[in-house]
Structure formats: C-alpha cells, structure tokens
C-alpha cells in the first residue's frame, strides 16, 4: 500500500480556504485518493474521493497533479465546524480495508 | 441516510473479563469492519467480514476474535480483557460496489473501553 505523509497539524481562522496537502510518492496506478473526516468523539465519514485532475462536492475540493504524488484538500472558507482531523488515504480500487494513518488535526479559530 | 450502531459508547471491564462489542448497521451492507483508535496511532484495523460468517484478519488481530452470523450484526469479543486494549473501538460498514472504485465506509459513534 502507498504510503501517505500529511502535516500533523494546522491552525486557521473562520472564513480562509484551509489546504491540506498530502504525500503519496508511490501511489500506484490503480490506487484512489480518498479523504475522510473525523470530529471528536464521532466516528470518520467519507468526504470526497478523486483519480484525477479535480474533484469537487458540496463539502470540498480535491487537487490531484497529473502525477498523482501528491494530492490536496481544499476547504472553502472554514468554520468552527471544521475542527476535525483530516485524514488522506490511498487505497487500491476495489480494496475493501482502509488504513488511516494520524491524519491532519485542524483547528479553526474564531 | 446509513446508521450504525454500536450498543456501547462507554463500557468498563476487568482484566481476565470476556468483552462483547456490538455493531449493527441498517443498509444491508456486506462489508463490515472492527478498528481500534489510539492517541498518535490513528485507526488500525483489527478485523473485517465481506459475509456472514466470512472474516479476515486485519493489522491488529492478536487478542481478538470476531463473529457475524447475521449480514447486519458483527461483533467483535476480546476473550480476557488486558489493560493494553483499553482504546475507541469503532465499526464500520460499506457496500461492495465492485472492482473501480473504493467503497465507502460508514463509521458508527464508536465504544470507549476501559480496562482496570
């Protein structure tokens, strides 16, 4: 499985895109990049999943480069709400297990 | 919307006890999945079933078993509690969609177990 390396930690303020980037340098040709979210005391749910180029949902953006290295989340302006970990995966298509990794804490400040 | 349930949010054991923790989801999912989540670890996957009474082992099987004898219901049973499986035990469900792209998991609130 590839490998994914995302910041520990970022800090923003309500109102600013918040991008949180991700690392994945051998991704492999079948793999997905997918996203889940966690707030505290609650289970992670499915953002947004993407091969590709650009993905975007009624909650987020994803950017992928053509060489698929690297991907990142792009969060249009943040509210408290938004205080979660983040969490990137790479996951072979059809693979049913996921790994989540530490994932980014987010924090947004009034 | 998908609802899972977990008949625990918080539970204390004693060491050497045999814990139940159960999961019921309500999509008619076929997958479903045991983790455990850890300060600084993230979630680790203790085991998963792609069907009644299918299981396969995850990366954290150890001290651990599983058992789904109904499609909505996986429970996973530590046989005698240690302290080192204190943790947030969370469960998971998806729909097998197919071979493109990777399914979607949904995560019940999570068990907050402790063991003295």
Known sequence: LAKTTQPISMDSYEGQEVNITCSHNNIATNDYITWYQQFPSQGPRFIIQGYKT???????SLFIPADRKSSTLSLPRVSLSDTAVYYCLVVPGGRRALTFGSGTRLQVQP | DVKV???????VK??????????VQDMDHENMFWYRQDPGLGLRLIYFSYDVKMKEKGDIPEGYSVSREK?????????SASTNQTSMYLCASSFQQGTV??????????TRLTVL
Do not use: H
């Not at chain 2, 349930?5 to 539970?11: N, V």
């Not at chain 2, 792209?101 to 999570?110: A, H, I, K």
């Open chain 2, 101 to 110: 792209f990777t399914d979607t998991q949904y995560f019940g609130p999570g």
């Open chain 2, 71 to 79: 499609k909505e219901r996986f429970s996973l049973i530590l046989e």
């Open chain 1, 54 to 60: 650009k993905v975007t949902n009624e909650v987020a």
């Open chain 2, 5 to 11: 349930t977990q008949s625990s949010r918080y539970l």
């Open chain 2, 14 to 23: 004693r060491t050497g006890e045999k814990v139940f923790l159960e999961c």
